[in-house]
């Protein structure tokens, strides 16, 4: 009988251990979703490029006070010293830097379904550069993700030609996003994901602000508004985020984090509804849902 009490209780604390990893994913993700929001209401007093700046600016401080704080800080060998600020501008700087010119001339629901295709491009570009075989179900994912970009894009729904240019903004920075993802992929094994991040953030950091001082004559004193977002932003969305998710890796399968990633278009569009009084048109939610359904079975595992 003790032994049976013994073996009921450690089932219950391995699905509380199990519910806190779900939990983390999933409140990243929300956290995730509310960056379109976020960065949308903090343009009121930053332009594009120093809203990235300022915000990576800050991502750095935090990190580097992790580093400090766990004693982590090692120097990587050349290569992947180079391979990590390789990766960093293209994640931090290049990134970021279309996804903030972007999102000004688009609706963040629209950027919240575009951004829900980069998986599937990331997959059909390892095809065309790699020659990853695919099947044909995640074949079809992929043709499904792309339709279902073009329908948001403009290519039914009439848009303005600023909108649809911020949305082919977009889908470039998905081009990026992938080959951040596969510089990144050389060096994630050698080092912790805070030390590649740190050291990716950093570069990206250094390559963000010379574009910042571009828009100098745009600079303005900042409203309290836009200051509480931007702390929000690199604070909550670009570190506190991060580390949920990762700290949810350790339990969760990569199969079951992708597709839970998922949702961060369907929150991002709610949010973007509820806070922004963003209307989403019928032809952006036919899009949307193609997406979805197309990465899902784009990523798919077997």
């Known amino acids: 009988m003790d032994t049976s009490n013994e ?15 779900l939990i983390a994913v999933i409140i990243a993700i929300l956290l995730w979703s509310t960056s379109f929001v976020g960065t949308k209401i903090a343009y009121n007093s930053f332009p ?20 400090l704080s766990r004693k982590e800080f090692i120097k990587p060998a050349p290569k992947d010293m180079g391979l990590m600020a390789l990766s ?7 990134y970021f830097a279309l996804e903030n010119i972007g999102l000004e001339l688009t609706t963040a629901s629209s950027a919240a379904l575009i951004v829900a295709s980069y998986p599937a491009i990331t997959a ?11 099947s044909w179900l995640k074949g079809l994912g992929i043709v499904m993700a792309i339709v279902g ?112 990633m998922n949702l961060v278009p369907l929150f991002g569009v709610l949010f973007s509804t509820v806070f922004l009084n963003e209307v989403l048109h019928i032809f952006d939610l036919i899009g949307g849902m193609i997406i979805i359904v197309g990465v899902i079975l784009s990523v798919r595992e077997k």
């Not at 604390?13 to 990893?21: C, E, F, G, H, T």
């Not at 960093?88 to 290049?94: A, D, E, F, K, V």
Request: glycine letters at 8%.
């Open 149 to 260: 970009v073009y329908q948001i894009s403009g290519g039914s729904s009439g848009e303005s030609s600023g909108q649809m240019t911020g949305n082919l903004i977009l889908i470039l920075a998905g081009v990026v996003f992938a080959a951040y993802n596969f510089t990144t992929r050389k060096v994630v094994k050698n080092y912790s994901m805070v030390t590649v991040s740190f050291y990716q953030t950093i570069a990206g950091t250094l390559a963000f602000i010379p574009l910042a001082l571009i828009e100098r004559s745009s600079w303005q004193v900042p409203s309290v508004e836009s200051l509480w977002m931007l702390l929000y932003l690199g604070v909550f969305c670009s570190v506190a985020a991060f580390m949920l998710y990762n700290y949810g890796l350790r339990n969760l399968s990569s199969g079951t984090a992708m597709a839970l």
């Open 88 to 94: 960093g501008i293209l994640g931090t700087t290049l």
């Open 7 to 21: 073996f009921q209780k450690v089932l219950i604390v391995k699905a509380q251990k199990s519910s806190l990893y």
């Open 48 to 67: 594009p490029l120093t809203l990235g700046a300022a915000r990576f600016v800050i991502a750095s401080i935090i990190l580097g006070a992790i580093m």
């Open 124 to 134: 059909l570009l390892e095809f065309i550069l790699f020659r990853i075989k695919i």
